[in-house]
């Protein structure tokens, strides 16, 4: 991959590395030098927490996590219910 210098010192990334690393707008980077060579190394951000919100089709009030976060699935919770007392 390739990729070039603008006259404003801004680089894009070529949207296979974006897509293979989940990058997204605002992403933020760690900067060093190697020899001649320039390593980003994306930083961590705080993973949004989840919020109660109203189910806008039931009106019942559910846990809203970030868009990206993981999908929880029915049998998942039908376990973790089974656990609680």
């Given at each position: 991959m390739e990729?070039?210098?603008s006259t404003k010192g801004q680089v894009v990334l070529p949207r296979p590395a974006r897509q293979k690393l989940h990058l997204?707008?605002?992403t933020k980077?760690?900067?060093r030098l190697a020899?001649?060579?320039i390593i980003l190394t994306p930083?961590?951000?705080p993973q949004a927490q989840p919020?109660?919100?109203?189910d806008r089709t039931?009106?019942?009030?559910v846990s809203r996590g970030p868009a990206e976060g993981p999908v929880v699935t029915s049998a998942q919770v039908r376990a973790a219910l089974a656990d609680f007392p």
């Open positions: 990729t070039t210098l997204r707008p605002g980077f760690a900067c020899g001649r060579s930083v961590a951000a919020r109660i919100v109203r039931t009106g019942l009030m």
